[in-house]
């Protein structure tokens, strides 16, 4: 289908002249990154302190905090930098748009792709033809968390906003040809709450041709850290498990995660990976909860003495410890030939308006345009380092289980007016208008509208999915 593109409202950057030959490594002002990181800590903080307080796990001082656990520190950071500047590609990408891409440096992960499909600009759609792909109304299982329009959000423009690749077009969506391929299978998210939000996104795109009585949603199922929806006719789930770090932490309680002090077990992953067993489909992600602290409290030893031991580690190089261990998993357990394997980039935050030229901008509050006409690469306190680092671990630590990378982080980027801001909840309860006038308090730039954002990284799985070919019958 020929669809009218629009330059003029086109946010594809445009081809600067001089790429800036700025270090990959250095992405972030040290001034922009310490209040991102504040506010991202202060903001996660509030939205945990959620049902009950009482049973928040008090895991106060340390008992024993060093700063170097057990591993080769040089040697990581080495490697860690490495990868950091293979993070850095995407910005030198940004400005060879009109330019045939360079040649990879390695071959990449996934099956040979004729097209970059995060390579592109956001195209507005004001039919709303393609985009959204549903109505808020329509979809039952949406929470209140997500829809902006009910919670009275009054511009709907965030909607009809469509990813518009480069080289092609992505196919067009169809929920039924994606149930067929679902049906009798499994296609499970893990991982923290924005995974979450794309999840509550794939199960509104697949439920609208599921007729009503033929299909339920139990949440917290399997000691609570399981959400699953079904299509009875189809046999089919889609799935959400919480596991924040994909790892084992301290904050896995999937309702009850208000800790003060985050920590991680680096290692250990059997007891979330366990119930990831079986499923067809695997879409992984992490990231959010990695911006707390600069440095991330690594469990030391065996874990003991519970989560009060513990090391301080820098957050790449924790990140790419956990990756690692997450992707051994991943080569010993899983059949490439009856499951594909999706990890998904960093969603970025918008909390920084100065960043895109919004000076007395607070937060994401009143934001109803993408990102347009940028002629500088985006510097919105986006972690780029953990993004580089998570190709990194792809491409050298899967050897027998391709994962294909769902690279969202820039395209995301543009995407300031998509979030939920003050159209949503805070400690269970929808904000009320004193609440919704405070945006610096209480504005959410990190989770998403829906439909909205989230409902085009599930496109791009859709895309993957649909094009595959069939896998082998089993049994
Ligand atoms: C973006 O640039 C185009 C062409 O210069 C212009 O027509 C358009 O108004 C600009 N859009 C915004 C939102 O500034
Ligand atoms: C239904 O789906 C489950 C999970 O994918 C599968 O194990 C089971 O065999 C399916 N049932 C039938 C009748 O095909
Ligand atoms: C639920 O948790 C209990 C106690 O930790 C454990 O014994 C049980 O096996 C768990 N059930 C499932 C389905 O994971
Ligand atoms: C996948 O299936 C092919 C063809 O049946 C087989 O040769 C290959 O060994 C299988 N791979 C794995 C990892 O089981």
New binding site residues.
Partial sequence: MQHRRKP??SAAPSAAKTPPSRRPTAPLSLAGLLVAVFLVATFLYNEDVTKSTSADVAVAGSVATSRSPELSRRQQQEEAQEEAQEGGDHQEKDHQQQQPPPPPEQPPPQRAAACDLYQGRWTFDAAGELSPLYRESECEFLTEQVTCMRNGRRDDSYQKWRWQPAGCDLPRFDAALLLERLRNKRLMFVGDSLNRNQWESMVCLVQSVVPRGQKTLQKFVNNGSLNVFTAHEYNATVEFYWAPFLVQSNSDDPQVHSVMDRVIAWRAIAKHANKWKGVDYLVFNTYIWWLNTFEMKVLKGGGGGGWSKYALVDRPVAYREVLKTWAKWVDRHIDPNRTTVFFMGMSPNHITPWAWGNDGGIKCAMET?PI??RTAPLNIGTDWRLHGVARGVLARHLRRVPVHFVDITALSEFRKDAHTSVHTLRQGKLLTPDQQADPKTYADCIHWCLPGLPDTWNHFIYAQIISSPLPPLHH
Avoid: G, R
Wanted: proline residues 0%.
């Fill in positions: 003029a409202s345009q347009v006409n």
